[in-house]
């Protein structure tokens, strides 16, 4: 059965870095999104991505953060100079179409990030 | 606003008992509802969703959901509990008028005792 797939699994990173977590959506799947979950709380949506363009964002996701899909296959989130909240569980996740929210997300394992 | 509350954090049930984790949702207009379940570095796999109709879902694993509009809850629930169903479970609500997002709840941790 097709699965969405994150690396890395972990990543550790001092704060003030930039972080690049990759994600390869399930190949036939257009719609694409990032989640994250800080330790003990929701996950909590970040972006939705649709035709090379942000689709939806909430407020979580500032201008330190940018997504980007630089080839066929690859999804990538970018966090510019991360900070200690940035610490979380961040999981992408695809869908075949919007369908007017009808469709299933498919979710990856997650990274795990974690800044000091 | 929309929201989830998934008011356990943990639930326990012997292997063979019927077993329930409760969703409570909170949103403006229809409500579309999914549950996800997680496995020790897994992603979220999906189990059912109810969208319209019988409000009696099926899903995967022999699970099923119940969803109940008057008390904007869809509580989880299988007849007979296996080991294996022991995961981390999350309940999540999309409401169609505002957007493709989840809205997810924190999660309740299921244990089946053997």
């Known amino acids: 059965e097709p699965e969405v797939t994150q690396t890395p699994s972990h990543q550790v990173t001092q704060m003030g870095q930039e972080v690049i977590l990759r994600c390869v959506p399930i190949s036939n799947h257009l719609y694409f999104y990032w989640y994250r979950q800080i330790l003990g709380q929701k996950v909590e949506f970040l972006v939705s991505?649709?035709?090379?363009?942000?689709?939806?964002k909430s407020e979580i996701f500032d201008d330190q953060f940018s997504v980007e899909r630089p080839d066929g296959s690859n999804f990538t989130l970018k966090i510019r100079s991360t900070k200690l909240e940035d610490s979380a569980m961040y999981f992408c996740a695809s869908s075949e179409s919007p369908s007017g929210g009808l469709e299933t997300q498919y979710f990856g394992p997650g990274t795990r990030l974690l800044v000091l | 606003a929309q929201s989830v509350a998934q008011p356990e954090d943990q639930v326990n049930v012997a292997e063979g008992n019927p077993l329930t984790v409760k969703c409570t949702y909170s949103?403006?207009?229809?409500?579309?509802l999914f549950w996800y379940v997680q496995y020790p570095n897994r992603g979220l796999q999906f189990l059912l969703k109810y969208i319209t109709g019988d409000n009696l879902v099926k899903g995967s694993y022999g699970f099923e959901a119940e969803f109940n509009k008057s008390q904007t809850s869809f509580h989880l629930k299988k007849p007979s509990a296996l080991v294996s169903d022991s995961a981390l479970y999350f309940c999540a609500v999309r409401d169609p008028n505002t957007g493709n997002q989840f809205y997810f709840g924190t999660g309740t941790s299921l244990t089946v005792i053997p």
């Open positions: 991505f649709y035709n090379n363009e942000i689709s939806e």
């Open positions: 949103v403006s207009g229809n409500p579309y």
